[in-house]
């Protein structure tokens, strides 16, 4: 599904450039969920945006589902954006001035579906992450845990192979963030979709199975996640 080579990010700093990432190996498997681990400022969200074609890479070689990434035209990578990615980020990305319907139709604006049949697909989305009662209020009047439900339903508007999540818990509280977090697993198992998510959470981590550790900039561990203890030691 997703093969990385030599994988490379620069940022343009003053007269500078930043390497935000660098000699990235990486392959990850059809269905694999994957946890990112790292300090602020290892490179997560850059190796996000890379995965997701929402920047471009420095150096190397990024091959998702059979599509060059470093090859493809800007209309190319707009479309993969649109069609076969699903986004969750930390602070949502809602437009607060529309309902959660409008908010999770959005994306299919952008591409070729039928909206009728969108509509029927958003309302079913919302009902499946519990928000079928709320559909027409104003993003505005939600709460932080019902807007990243409206997010997550965005995110898989256009059926994504791959969804990639930011700290999509990191603005909730304990309670909120774990039933966020719950949500997203259940998803990943029902969807069959790949899934790569930025998150220090013990459950997502035991349900991924596997842990990429980053520190400036460089892949340095991936392991075999240990699954959450039943007990309490
Ligand atoms: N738009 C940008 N312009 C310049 N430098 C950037 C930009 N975005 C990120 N960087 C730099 O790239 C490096 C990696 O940043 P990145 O946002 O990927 O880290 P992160 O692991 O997601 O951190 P956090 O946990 O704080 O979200 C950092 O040194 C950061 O300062
Ligand atoms: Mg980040």
Redesign the pocket.
């Known amino acids: 599904m997703i093969q990385v080579r030599d994988l490379g990010?620069d940022?343009?700093?003053g007269s500078e450039r930043?390497?935000?990432?660098t000699g990235i190996d990486l392959d990850i498997a059809p269905g694999e969920c994957v946890v990112l681990l790292?300090?602020?400022?290892?490179?997560?969200?850059?190796?996000?945006?890379l995965l997701g074609g929402l920047e471009r890479p420095s150096r190397g070689t990024l091959r998702v589902g059979g599509l060059d990434l470093v090859g493809a035209s800007d209309l190319e990578l707009a479309r993969y954006r649109n069609q076969r990615v699903g986004f969750v980020f930390?602070s949502f990305h809602l437009d607060g001035r529309r309902s959660a319907l409008e908010n999770v139709i959005l994306p299919l604006c952008f591409g070729q579906a039928s909206l009728a049949r969108g509509r029927e697909r958003a309302r079913a989305l919302l009902q499946r992450v519990g928000l079928g009662e709320l559909c027409h209020r104003s993003v505005q009047r939600l709460s932080g845990g019902q807007r990243q439900r409206v997010a997550v339903a965005r995110a898989l508007i256009c059926q994504p192979e791959l969804l990639l999540a930011?700290?999509p818990v990191g603005h909730l509280d304990d309670a909120t963030a774990e039933s966020v977090t719950e949500l997203l697993i259940e998803l990943h198992r029902e969807q069959g979709l790949t899934m790569v998510a930025?998150a220090h959470d013990d459950r997502l981590m035991g349900h991924a199975g596997r842990v990429l550790e980053?520190s400036a900039?460089r892949l340095m561990a991936d392991r075999i996640a240990e699954a959450p203890s039943r007990h309490a030691s």
């Open positions: 990010l940022y343009p700093s930043v390497q935000a990432l790292g300090p602020s400022g290892s490179g997560k969200t850059s190796l996000l945006n930390q930011d700290e930025t980053l900039g």
